[in-house]
């Protein structure tokens, strides 16, 4: 079977070598060697959106990583916008908010922009109508927010849309019911295509996962919403109200920040705690790479 690009689990990029790890040891930031370092600073001075990933960017997990508070701190002192945009569809914008101020960042819910919420934003080209979802609370309680009513299991083949996120309860007959609704003409429409989510030790699946059986099974490609789609890129751009030069993306994957910071047509800045990757093989370089966010500020 043909491999599907949009599938590609960075498990499979690092069993090759197409990905150069330059570390410099000593922290400074990477530049690629083709641009010129002082171009490059002058237009990271000249950014004054910031769109700031969350996980593996302010932090990993439950646990803050050194320094982002004081990036956050710095960034929002010299009167810069700071919008965090996730592709997690589990949480609400109030819960992250909150999850932010525990690990000691303020944090307004306005601020924070989830797949779940840009989905359901993208959704209001469409006409209003009932959705199956695979997914959790915060999903479904956007899309309701945005005027869509939600059917259960059993109902599936009213359903208008089919809305598939990352779902910790998933079962078969939920996976099942989506089918069927897809079959009968509901629209599909993902949160995003991560394959999986880092963790302690390992990966757990992601919403990939779960859209790629939906799709596998139905072969439909879904509409996807989250990064690296040019739709929630749209969505956070519209939201800082700023032109595309004076606004940045920042994250810790390539094939999903970076990726979504080069079809935006935005500035883009890799956090990679293992120093410089460069995804030859994606052709994606990000114009600046850091050690974490913190070494971000210290250039502005
Ligand atoms: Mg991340």
Not at 41 to 54: A, P, Q, S, T, Y
Not at 283 to 288: A, E
Request: some cysteine.
């Amino acid at each position: 079977m043909e491999k599907d690009a949009r599938y590609n689990s960075p498990i499979d990029n690092n069993a090759d070598n197409d990905i150069d790890a330059n570390t410099n040891g000593d922290g400074d930031p990477y530049i690629d060697n083709n641009a010129d370092k002082d171009t490059v600073i002058n237009k990271i001075r000249g950014i004054v959106g910031f769109l700031i990933d969350l996980d593996g960017c302010v932090y990993k997990g439950e646990t803050l990583i050194e320094g982002s508070d004081a990036a956050i701190k710095a960034l929002k002192r010299t009167g810069r916008k700071v919008l965090y945009l996730t592709n997690n569809s589990t949480k609400t914008p109030q819960e992250y908010a909150l999850k932010l101020r525990r690990l000691g960042i303020d944090a307004d819910p306005a601020e924070i922009l989830t797949s779940a919420v840009a989905t359901a934003a993208y959704m209001r080209r469409f006409e209003r109508g009932s959705c199956y979802v695979i997914g959790e609370e915060a999903l479904r309680s956007a899309l309701t927010q945005e005027g869509f009513t939600i059917i259960e299991e059993g109902n599936e083949r009213c359903a208008k849309y089919v809305v598939c996120g990352l779902d910790r309860g998933l079962t078969y007959g939920k996976l099942a019911a989506a089918c069927t609704a897809i079959h009968r003409g509901a629209k599909f429409i993902a949160t995003n295509t991560d394959p999986n989510l880092p963790v302690e030790g390992g990966y757990l699946p992601g919403a990939g996962s779960i859209v790629g059986a939906v799709r596998i099974a139905t072969g439909v490609r879904p509409i996807v919403v989250g990064k690296p789609s040019r739709y929630i890129m749209e969505i956070a751009l519209g939201r800082l109200g700023l032109n595309k030069e004076k606004v940045a993306i920042v994250g810790d994957r390539i094939d999903i920040d970076v990726k979504a910071g080069k079809v935006a047509g935005i500035f883009t800045v890799l956090v990679s705690s293992e120093g410089t990757l460069i995804d030859k093989k994606m052709r994606l370089t990000p114009d600046l790479v850091v050690r974490r966010l913190y070494d971000l500020t210290a250039l502005l």
